[in-house]
């Protein structure tokens, strides 16, 4: 119990952190750079009470005190109040809200997929010792050494652009005029078709990692006694592999820890070169027209959705080992 | 050296050592000015002719001494970043592994802070308002790009560090009272070695993904009469290249990133295998026609032995 | 079982086993020519210091050597009776395939590995780790057999069952060792492999343990093949003890007349290094220089660099097994030692008369309470 005490004190605190250093990000930023910030307050769409509102959260105003600012922030933060967007004219919340669905979809499926079949193709070709492997790695280096943009161009060209397999832009077919958003057979079919090839880019750039780490943890597991146990135990084969597998698995988890903010910050860099409707795109959108306001939001929404993965992984971790359990 | 014995080990550092070499020379050897413009009104690229090997860019730039000038500054700067995440890994991690208690506490939840921000965003945010003279700085940007790398490395050295600490040969040369850092940098250090050159590979690769990706989303600004391979496709993205057909423009850049990414990361599959002897292909048995299967001890009934008489 | 023919017929023999690390020209021979016999009920001790090859043989008779591992010559006749048979089925585990193996693997032939620690899979429970096999090997037990299974090999080395749902970190190193022997014995094996079983413990726990385990013995009547470097310990619970070194088996006799009358050096060596638990005071000898590396064998017997009976012929000719001179016809004892053939002038340590009658040498030991080995306390 402590350790999940422990644990979730560790997400708060982070949590925290990344809503203090969202503060601090743009106070850091050089002065001419505010100085564009308040340009953009001014020319935005916005009423005056907002643009006062905005000039306070950027320390532009200079009656508050820093700690005061800084309060104020926290206060706001905590009413769910994260500004409102200088390019758009509308509250940050509401562009978080139509954006994350599509993000979470697309970073979701992507990484369940490369996981779970990362993580069985890394078992087999661990347990079999196979040869497979060595001709899988010079493809595999490919997928791991690539920036995920090039990778995403790559797919864009061949399957999408040339190969007209797949749709290579929008998050559906938003030039179809009787296509209705909602959940409903033709939309959830031109969503997925449009999804295709941003989550294959996602699921290539990551999948070689999962194999790779599941096979090398296979292959010390079954160096470990309890394996050879089980085989001296008269157990099937698959019974054998079963054991290392099961054990394999757990350091396996806790690099789930260590590389998903890479494969959220490659999904990022993925729905640009797709204009996918979600964070990524819209961050890039906010970063090109100066809107502060957008890119904060998205970014602690960003953050905060890593370490919620984060915290899904030490859960699934402490169910599936009984020593983390215990341990204090 | 044993290093040089893997095959992976000498393709990665061959093709590596041909990169680093067209970053040096390149920009001497290339037969153009990045920014010349060859003597035309035609709007539209080239493609690769006896007189431009790679074509041209719509500007009517050639695109083979682009190439040829555009890996220096995201080779430099890689390999800044990665020089600077490692003394910070090692600073952090090591620190945090040796000295234990809430030392430890604090830098491992500062790692773990660290590992779960995603880089790239908060580089794209960070380094879009940078001015053009810091953004032509490689130490600023290297450094930058650092401070978003460093954690994965000290988390690594953190856990090897706090193994090495509880063996024989450390515990006593603390005992017999060395000081600390003489003990790091003697008796631990040495053997982090093969782990830091592991770490150090890994952040180099990230940090050629982040400037390659930054420079062609057009975030980090380069001085006019410079070229890296991500403003090149920055470039060519933006003229349309993709949907015009003028391939020969955005695939030498890109090949390029790609084969800089696969030597480091070939190099890095070595050195697992010769850290972790365990991983190699070896124990396999292959080439020998020997099956090795946990369980089932391979029998060849081949050796001349006195019970083959029997 | 004090007295070597009382013993029954062979379970286990090993005839000229032979096994490598590596193929080809990396290959290095880590076993030579082993052979041994292993008789129904009976504690074979395979002594050695580290690295004489003793856990490799052990582990390839089962062919559960890892790789680079690779048996390359011999048999492993496995003669198996199971309980309430009266016929004698005899598998070659060597030509054996996967599923032949797979048969007699844990129902016939089990093994307590040397650290509990590490055998018992750290993420399933005690309950489980204890009827996979039974699970696989006794199709026809229900759940609730299994269970009741379960929960009586734990009493029968003395755990009670609300250990049962525990994971293997939750117990002690001896509570896990007792696990691992309960594990070993669920199916009533003809012979159980022990490799160094307790050298993982205290002293205490140790001693405990061992006795725990001759009286299961007793019980059950499995034959044992226990591997140690501890010769002491062989001394009082085995019934022959067979020494290696570097790969070779170099003496091979009853307990006692391989304690009281060494005919090998190595042998005498190793009963010098360790202090008699009784008797008189006598300054203790160890075994000059260490064992040789397999990569770098010196030519000859493999020991005389350090043996300081060595001969010239010691340096060139590999000696083989065989009855030594001081021996008369009727013994099972044999010595690959040159100094045993005949015409040599043989040290007088190593030409003791080889003396049956000694009295009870497991007095202080687990067995001499115990009823004699028809199992009638069953």
């Not at chain 1, 070709?125 to 196979?130: A, K, L, T």
């Not at chain 1, 929008?170 to 959940?183: E, H, I, K, M």
């Not at chain 1, 394996?227 to 988890?253: E, H, M, T, Y």
């Amino acid at each position: 119990m402590r350790t999940i005490f422990r644990r979730l004190g560790f997400y708060v605190l982070a949590a925290y952190a990344a809503v203090t250093l969202n503060f601090f990000l743009v106070r850091m930023l050089p002065g001419d750079a505010l100085q564009n910030v308040l340009s953009k307050l001014r020319s935005a769409a916005i009423t005056p009470e907002e643009l006062k509102a905005l000039a306070a959260q950027y320390g532009l105003d200079s009656h508050q005190s820093l700690a005061s600012q800084y309060f104020s922030y926290l206060g706001n933060l905590l009413h769910g109040d994260l500004g409102t967007s200088t390019s758009k004219g509308v509250p940050v919340t509401a562009v978080l809200g139509t954006d994350l669905p599509w993000t979470i979809g697309l970073v979701g499926s992507a990484t369940v997929i490369a996981f779970v079949f990362g993580t069985l193709i890394g078992i087999v070709v661990g347990w079999r010792r196979s040869g497979f492997f060595d001709a899988l790695l010079p493809v595999a280096t490919f997928f791991q050494a690539v920036p995920y943009f090039i990778l995403a161009f790559l797919l864009l060209l061949t399957l999408g652009f040339y190969g007209k397999v797949f749709p290579y832009a929008q998050g559906y077919d938003t030039g179809n005029p009787d296509l209705v958003p909602g959940w409903n057979g033709t939309f959830i079919t031109s969503v997925v078709e449009h999804g295709a090839l941003p989550a294959a880019t996602v699921a290539l750039a990551s999948i070689a990692g999962w194999i790779i780490g599941m096979r090398n943890v296979m292959l010390t597991t079954m160096d470990e006694d309890y394996v050879l146990v089980a085989a001296a135990k008269g157990l099937p084969q698959w019974k054998v592999a079963g054991v290392a597998a099961r054990n394999a698995i757990l350091p396996s988890i806790s690099n789930f820890a260590l590389s998903i903010s890479l494969v959220v910050a490659g999904s990022i860099a993925t729905e640009i070169v797709f204009s996918y409707p979600g964070l990524g795109y819209e961050i890039y959108q906010a970063i090109l027209t100066g809107d502060y306001p957008l890119m904060q939001g998205i970014l602690l929404v960003v953050i905060f959705t890593v370490l919620g993965a984060n915290l899904l992984a030490d859960m699934a971790y402490v169910a599936l080992d009984p020593r983390a359990r215990k341990e204090s | 050296m044993r290093i040089l014995r893997s095959t992976k080990v000498v393709v990665g550092l061959s093709l590596l050592a041909f990169f680093v070499l067209l970053a040096v020379v390149g920009p001497f050897v290339a037969p153009h000015a990045p920014d010349w413009q060859a003597n035309t009104t035609s709007g539209v690229p080239q493609p690769p002719s006896s007189h431009f090997w790679f074509g041209t860019t719509q500007k009517q730039e050639d695109v083979f001494s682009q190439v040829l000038a555009g890996g220096r500054d995201t080779l430099l700067i890689s390999l800044l970043a990665g020089l600077i995440a490692s003394a910070l890994s090692i600073l952090i991690g090591v620190s945090a592994g040796y000295f234990g208690g809430v030392v430890d506490e604090v830098l491992s939840v500062l790692s773990n802070i660290f590992l779960a921000l995603p880089g790239l965003l908060i580089l794209m945010v960070v380094m879009k308002p940078l001015p053009p003279q810091d953004t032509s700085n490689p130490f600023l940007i290297g450094g930058v790009i650092a401070l978003t790398a460093w954690a994965w490395g000290a988390r690594v050295l953190r856990a090897q560090t706090l193994s090495l600490r509880n063996q024989d040969y450390v515990e006593s040369a603390r005992v017999i009272g060395e000081r600390s850092p003489r003990v790091i940098v003697f008796e631990i250090l040495p053997n982090l070695l093969p782990i830091l050159a592991s770490s150090f590979i890994f952040t180099v690769i990230y940090g050629i993904g982040a400037y390659v990706s930054l420079t062609w989303l057009g975030v980090i600004g380069v001085p006019s009469g410079v070229v890296t391979w991500g403003t090149m496709l920055n470039v060519s993205q933006a003229s349309g290249s993709l949907i015009s057909g003028w391939w020969w423009w955005y695939v030498p850049p890109a090949l390029c990133v790609a084969g800089v990414g696969i030597a480091l990361a070939l190099l890095n599959f070595g050195i697992d295998e010769i850290v972790n002897p365990r991983l190699t292909s070896a124990r396999t048995g292959r080439g020998s026609g020997v099956k090795f299967r946990l369980g089932l001890t391979p029998v060849l009934q081949s050796a001349p032995t006195k019970g083959d008489a029997k | 079982m004090t007295a070597s023919g009382h013993l029954g017929e062979p379970v286990l023999e090993i005839r000229d086993l032979c096994v490598d690390y590596g193929v080809g020209k990396k290959a290095v021979r880590a076993i030579t020519d082993a052979t041994l016999t292993l008789h129904r009920g009976e504690v074979l001790g395979l002594a050695g210091e580290s690295g004489s090859g003793k856990s490799t043989l052990a582990y390839a008779l089962t062919r559960l050597l890892r790789a680079p591992g690779v048996i390359t010559g011999g048999q492993v006749l496995f003669h198996s009776r199971p309980q309430g048979s009266d016929t004698t089925r005899t598998v070659d585990l060597l030509a054996a395939g996967v599923e032949e193996l797979r048969v007699v693997r844990w129902s016939e032939l089990s093994v307590v590995f040397q650290s509990a620690m590490h055998a018992l899979n750290p993420v399933a429970r005690i309950d489980a780790q204890l009827t996979d096999m039974l699970k696989v090997h006794r199709r026809k037990m229900t759940a609730e057999q299994r269970k009741e299974r379960a929960i009586e090999l734990l009493r029968m080395v003395g755990i009670t069952s609300d250990r049962l749902l525990s994971y293997p970190h939750e117990l002690s190193g001896g509570m896990r060792q007792r696990v691992m022997i309960a594990m070993a014995l669920a199916l009533e094996p003809q012979v159980v492999l022990m490799d160094e079983p307790t050298t993982a413990l205290d002293v205490v726990t140790q001693r405990e343990i061992l006795e725990e385990l001759m009286q299961l013995r007793q019980r059950l009547g499995f034959a044992v093949i226990f591997i140690t470097h501890d010769l002491s310990l062989l001394i009082e619970l085995a019934d022959s003890i067979a020494i290696m070194y570097a790969g070779r088996i170099v003496e091979r006799g009853g307990a006692q007349e391989l304690f009281h009358s060494p005919r090998h050096p190595y042998t005498l060596g190793l009963i010098n290094s360790f202090p008699a638990l009784h008797g008189e005071k006598v300054r203790m000898e160890g075994i000059p220089g260490s064992p040789p590396a397999l990569t770098s064998l010196p030519g000859g017997c493999a020991f005389h660099p350090r043996c300081t009976f060595a001969l010239d012929r010691c340096s060139e000719e590999i000696p083989v097994l065989q009855r030594p001179v001081a021996d008369s016809d009727g013994t099972e004892r044999t010595a690959a030692c040159w100094l045993q053939t005949d015409g040599q002038t043989v040290p007088q340590q190593l030409a003791l008369p080889a003396s049956a009658k000694l009295p009870a040498p497991r007095g202080e030991a687990a067995g001499a309470e115990l009823p004699e080995p028809d199992g009638s306390i069953k």
